[in-house]
T-cell receptor, first 112, second 115 residues
Framework: AQSVSQHNHHVILSEAASLELGCNYS??????LFWYVQYPGQHLQLLLK??????LVKGIKGFEAEFIKSKFSFNLRKPSVQWSDTAEYFC??????????FGQGTELSVKP | GAGVSQSPSNKVTEKGKDVELRCDPI?????LYWYRQSLGQGLEFLIY????????KSGLPSDRFSAERTGGSVSTLTIQRTQQEDSAVYLC?????????????FGEGSRLTVL
């Protein structure tokens, strides 16, 4: 079955630390990839997306993600996190069948 | 409307009762999704509508769950004979016909608590 896996369930960092959240997907063929973020008390919103082209994509708030096809990975990165980045982060993979499948989510806590 | 609207925002019910959750998508969005968010479970896909038809119902957990969409707009998710394990936040999202953008716009969710 198609699936998306996120390696880390809860990550705790201090401000200014670098962040990398892992995501792997199990689809073959063409796949569209996303990272969504859910800040405390808010609804899910798009952070960044990859459809094709440059495998390094940049999103809002200084986040970026790299698509590595050979590793079926789409890891999220940020060089220096802020307290306001505290949130839950979801990786998602979208196939041409119209279904967007999410990973289990990673809760990020940034200590001031 | 400006965003995806869901109601009720909170629902507490007794085991065995039926509940209806409503979703009003962004105007012009033809695709509508229902997900369930439980602690430690991430977002679980339930059902997807394209217009009024549901090409993929594979995520509905049991025959107690059903959903419909009328007029290509509002959708209702119905849970019959609720069980405690149905307690979760039910999220609705809408988008333009995939795969044009793929971005889903989410509502605030309906938190269901089954006592």
């Amino acid at each position: 079955a198609q699936s998306v896996s996120q390696h880390n369930h809860h990550v705790i960092l201090s401000e200014a630390a670098s962040l990398e959240l892992g995501c792997n997907y199990s689809y073959g063929g063409t796949v569209n990839l996303f990272w969504y973020v859910q800040y405390p008390g808010q609804h899910l919103q798009l952070l960044l997306k990859y459809f094709s082209g440059d495998p390094l994509v940049k999103g809002i708030k200084g986040f970026e993600a790299e698509f590595i096809k050979s590793k079926f990975s789409f890891n999220l990165r940020k060089p220096s996190v802020q307290w306001s980045d505290t949130a839950e982060y979801f990786c998602a993979a979208y196939n041409q069948g119209g279904k967007l499948i999410f990973g289990q989510g990673t809760e990020l806590s940034v200590k001031p | 409307g400006a965003g995806v609207s869901q109601s009720p925002s909170n629902k507490v019910t007794e085991k065995g009762k039926d509940v209806e959750l409503r979703c009003d998508p962004i105007s012009g969005h033809t695709a509508l999704y229902w997900y369930r968010q439980s602690l430690g479970q991430g977002l679980e896909f339930l059902i997807y509508f394209q217009g009024n038809s549901a090409p993929d119902k594979s995520g509905l957990p049991s025959d107690r769950f059903s959903a419909e969409r009328t007029g290509g707009s509002v959708s209702t998710l119905t849970i019959q004979r609720t069980q405690q394990e149905d307690s979760a936040v039910y999220l609705c999202a809408s988008s333009f016909k995939p795969p044009n953008t793929g971005e889903l716009f989410f509502g605030e969710g309906s938190r269901l608590t089954v006592l």
